[in-house]
């Protein structure tokens, strides 16, 4: 590293120790032990304003909650769990970027707290040397993005869960969706004539991480059925995963070279992993 960068780094670093020193005027609004570990499955609309929301999936629930972000975040929580990138990075990325050049670690986020119609967020940090992590007070849809691309944990409090539970939405189904560990995407001809997949239903695999990973899907795969059932769309997949009963596997069928895999996948939520771009799979 060159003496300049390190030097910027390393000013970086000491503002952002000053920053978290003030965001520590406000404390978490729940019990770290009280709050659910959630996984992000995609972006949506609210059903009355047209408002983006971010679709949490609960562990083992027969449900995603909604919560309110706006369109730039939107586009940013999409990107990132399609593992994209542009030639610039967009603000969570840089941040993102900045924390791994001075080796600061983002554990976890955490949505503690909704106060008149607004989400509260916060930021963990681990430092090198110091033993407390460091709370940064942020954004949920900011801290949401920044997770995706570190691989940080997410966490809701159960009040804000709840609250979150009335909001009406509605999914779109030409997009990236994120369950039990597994990206789909729609599947196009031109798309499935470049992987040489078969002409069956179903959505494209690609990304995997976690358990689904360790089960042997990969990316370029072909998901053919959700407790034996065909999903159409991304959503569709979704939806056959929130529906899986609770307390059993999700079993998935599933076309890998030729071959047919069959595995079942705990609804729990998966180990987090830094999002990436499946190889083969760029736009």
């Known amino acids: 590293m060159s003496p300049l960068r390190s030097s910027l780094l390393y000013l970086l670093l000491s503002l952002l120790l000053t920053l978290g020193s003030a965001a520590q005027a406000r404390e978490l609004a729940a019990p770290q032990d009280t709050m659910v570990e959630v996984e992000v499955a995609t972006v949506g609309m609210s059903g009355v304003a047209g408002v983006p929301v971010v679709l949490l999936r609960e562990p083992g629930a027969r449900e995603v909650i909604p919560m309110y972000i706006g369109v730039t975040e939107a586009r940013a929580i999409l990107r990132a769990l399609a593992g994209e990138r542009g030639p610039r990075p967009m603000t969570h990325e840089l941040l993102g970027d900045v924390l791994e050049g001075i080796e600061v670690t983002l554990t976890r986020v955490y949505v503690d707290a909704l106060t008149e119609s607004t989400f509260l967020g916060m930021l963990e940090l681990t430092l090198s040397g110091r033993e407390a992590p460091v709370h940064i007070d942020s954004r949920p849809s900011d801290a949401i993005a920044l997770a995706l691309k570190a691989g940080a944990s997410i966490h809701v409090a159960p009040e804000v869960l709840e609250a979150a539970r009335q909001i ?83 079993r998935l069928r599933v076309w890998q070279q030729g071959e047919i895999l069959e595995v079942e996948l705990s609804t729990e939520v998966p180990t987090p992993a830094p999002r990436r771009r499946a190889p083969g799979l760029e736009a």
């Not at 779109?172 to 239903?201: F, K, M, N, S, Y």
């Not at 360790?214 to 072909?222: E, I, M, S, T, W």
């Open 168 to 250: 009406e939405f509605q999914g779109l189904d030409d997009q990236v969706v994120v369950a039990l560990g597994i990206t789909v995407t729609p599947l196009d001809e031109d798309l499935r004539e470049a992987l040489g997949l078969p002409g069956r239903a179903g959505v494209l695999i690609s990304d995997v991480s976690g358990e689904a990973a360790a089960a042997g899907l990969a990316p370029g795969d072909l998901l053919l059925e959700v407790n034996g059932e065909t999903p159409e769309t991304p959503m569709h997949f979704l939806e056959l995963v929130r529906d899986t009963p609770r307390d059993a596997p999700a």
